[in-house]
């Protein structure tokens, strides 16, 4: 009986990962978002911030302060729910995307990314499957979002302007994502990512358009405030949800996004292929 020939993966170098045809590349991330998926389903409480996280902040920004900024945009707590509930679609954008940086991080650290290395797969893959994964998690979000915020009273006057709402809010979560993805390489763990993601968000999400209007603030807030891309994306929102201007604060978010993934793509890239 002759010996069975063994084969050992060998590591795939980054100038092989041209080599890898696109239906290479196409197949190789379609079996890793199954990974990703498989896993979350195994980890079900991975999904917790995905599902707590709209109903909370809707809840509390309605309840705590709905009525005292409806008064101030001429209304009531109903006045403040189709204000607020566009820009918590553009908040969830952001504050999700923090979550493909720490998954990062927590492979690299576990040592998932090493066996990956070990495999014949194209490098973008590992990266494309987890975009798409946590693009998924967002539209879950998103959706939560959109039923809490009916139950809350929302009137949804245009499906189609909240279909392109995701849409808008899905390509700007798919730039900000290459951002924490060059976190999640560079930083040495998850905490630290996530520590990171916070200085980030927090002053992007509250110094902008999405929980109350921009007029009553400092002038060198609201000058902040203008440059804010939370700030179009909200109102790009809200312009198509329950009317208003749209074109600009719409081409101002598209440009946000189309820049900031033209610059971290490459750079979030080339750090995770040169990654010792």
């Given at each position: 009986?002759?010996?069975?020939?063994?084969?050992?993966?060998?590591?795939?170098?980054?100038?092989?990962?041209?080599?890898?045809?696109?239906?290479?590349?196409?197949?190789?991330?379609?079996?890793?978002?199954?990974?990703?998926?498989?896993?979350?389903?195994?980890?079900?409480?991975?999904?917790?911030?995905?599902?707590?996280?709209?109903?909370?902040?809707?809840?509390?920004?309605?309840?705590?302060?709905?009525?005292?900024?409806?008064?101030?945009?001429?209304?009531?707590?109903?006045?403040?729910?189709?204000?607020?509930?566009?820009?918590?679609?553009?908040?969830?954008?952001?504050?999700?995307?923090?979550?493909?940086?720490?998954?990062?991080?927590?492979?690299?650290?576990?040592?998932?990314?090493?066996?990956?290395?070990?495999?014949?797969?194209?490098?973008?893959?590992?990266l494309f499957a987890k975009i798409s994964v946590?693009?998924?998690?967002?539209?879950?979000?998103?959706?939560?979002?959109?039923?809490?915020?009916?139950?809350?009273?929302?009137?949804?006057?245009?499906?189609?302007?909240?279909?392109?709402?995701?849409?808008?809010?899905?390509?700007?979560?798919?730039?900000?994502?290459?951002?924490?993805?060059?976190?999640?390489?560079?930083?040495?763990?998850?905490?630290?990512?996530?520590?990171?993601?916070?200085?980030?968000?927090?002053?992007?999400?509250?110094?902008?358009?999405?929980?109350?209007?921009?007029?009553?603030?400092?002038?060198?807030?609201?000058?902040?405030?203008?440059?804010?891309?939370?700030?179009?994306?909200?109102?790009?929102?809200?312009?198509?949800?329950?009317?208003?201007?749209?074109?600009?604060?719409?081409?101002?978010?598209?440009?946000?996004?189309?820049?900031?993934?033209?610059?971290?793509?490459?750079?979030?890239?080339?750090?995770?292929?040169?990654?010792?």
């Open positions: 009986m002759s010996a069975a020939t063994v084969t050992t993966p060998v590591a795939v170098s980054a100038s092989d990962d041209v080599r890898i045809p696109l239906r290479g590349h196409l197949r190789h991330t379609s079996a890793l978002i199954r990974r990703n998926l498989l896993w979350i389903r195994q980890d079900p409480e991975s999904m917790a911030d995905a599902l707590l996280m709209p109903v909370i902040f809707t809840l509390l920004f309605v309840f705590v302060f709905g009525g005292s900024i409806g008064q101030a945009l001429g209304g009531g707590q109903d006045q403040y729910v189709q204000y607020v509930i566009p820009g918590m679609i553009a908040m969830m954008s952001m504050t999700l995307s923090q979550g493909v940086g720490t998954g990062f991080s927590q492979d690299f650290n576990s040592g998932v990314m090493d066996r990956f290395r070990s495999l014949p797969i194209g490098r973008g893959s590992v946590e693009l998924m998690r967002m539209l879950f979000a998103t959706a939560v979002l959109m039923i809490v915020a009916v139950l809350v009273g929302f009137d949804i006057t245009s499906w189609t302007g909240l279909l392109a709402t995701v849409a808008l809010s899905t390509a700007f979560a798919s730039s900000i994502m290459w951002v924490f993805l060059t976190l999640g390489v560079i930083m040495k763990s998850a905490q630290s990512v996530q520590a990171m993601g916070f200085l980030v968000l927090f002053p992007l999400q509250f110094g902008s358009s999405i929980f109350a209007p921009t007029g009553s603030m400092p002038g060198w807030l609201e000058a902040f405030t203008d440059y804010n891309p939370l700030s179009t994306l909200a109102d790009a929102a809200r312009g198509l949800m329950v009317g208003g201007p749209v074109a600009h604060d719409l081409w101002v978010t598209l440009a946000w996004s189309v820049a900031i993934t033209a610059v971290m793509a490459p750079v979030a890239i080339h750090k995770f292929k040169t990654k010792s």
